[in-house]
């Protein structure tokens, strides 16, 4: 079946340094979607992108969608306290609605 | 205001006791989905349904059972069959929409902890 993976697990950050974050899927993806879960909260829609390399940004937020429509990354510059919390990627194959989460990469930040 | 509401926050359980986790969303959406989240495992689809009186098994749907009589419910039983319940279940809806704007609206979660 289709699997997404994430990288890193776990990131570290300074406060005001930039970090990013990976997925990477076994098939080709029709979209892929970014998802914020805060400490002790539920998951909540950041964005989606759906073309071949295509960049979106939300203001200190980078998404990228690669070429191949396999991979993505998420970029955060200036890193605060308030991007502490877990970010998802999921993607849905061209013939499904349904989506694959990768396993998170879970941000803390040292003030 | 729309959204979904799963109840309770917490719900503890002895061993071998069937508990049935509720899910309501009043979106409008046709497709609802069931999610089991561990630490360092991210989600792990359980259930999902895109119609009434319709549902398919996710990726770990043993231990589990649920019903779709309406459009706005979807509740999940964890039966006593599953081995390791214990974990924070997340309910989310969506469009069924094949290819793009199929993103998910997820509820706040039940925290079920079976002593």
């Known amino acids: 079946g289709q699997q997404v993976m994430q990288i890193p697990q776990y990131q570290h950050v300074q406060e005001g340094e930039d970090f990013t974050t990976y997925c990477n899927s076994s098939t080709t993806l029709s979209n892929i979607q970014w998802y914020k879960q805060r400490p002790g909260g539920h998951p909540v829609f950041l964005i989606q992108?759906?073309?071949?390399?295509e960049v979106k940004k939300q203001k200190r937020l980078t998404f990228q969608f690669g070429e191949a429509k396999k991979n993505s990354s998420l970029h955060i510059t200036a890193t605060q306290t308030t991007d502490v919390g877990t970010y998802f990627c999921?993607?849905?194959?061209?013939?499904?609605?349904?989506?694959?989460f990768g396993a998170g990469t879970t941000v803390t930040v040292r003030a | 205001d729309g959204g979904i509401t799963q109840s309770p926050k917490y719900l503890f359980r002895k061993e071998g006791q069937n508990v049935t986790l509720s899910c309501e969303q009043n979106l409008n959406h046709d497709a609802m989905y069931w999610y089991r989240q561990d630490p360092g495992q991210g989600l792990r689809l359980i259930y999902y349904?895109?119609?009434?009186?319709?549902?398919q098994k996710g990726d770990i749907a043993e231990g589990y059972s649920v019903s779709r009589e309406k459009k706005e419910s979807f509740p999940l039983t964890v039966t006593s069959a599953q081995k390791n319940p214990t974990a924070f279940y997340l309910c989310a809806s969506s469009i069924p929409t094949v290819g793009s704007y199929n993103e998910q609206f997820f509820g706040p979660g039940t925290r079920l902890t079976v002593l």
């Open positions: 349904s895109q119609i009434v009186n319709d549902f």
């Open positions: 992108l759906v073309k071949s390399g």
């Open positions: 999921a993607g849905s194959r061209s013939n499904d609605y349904k989506l694959s």
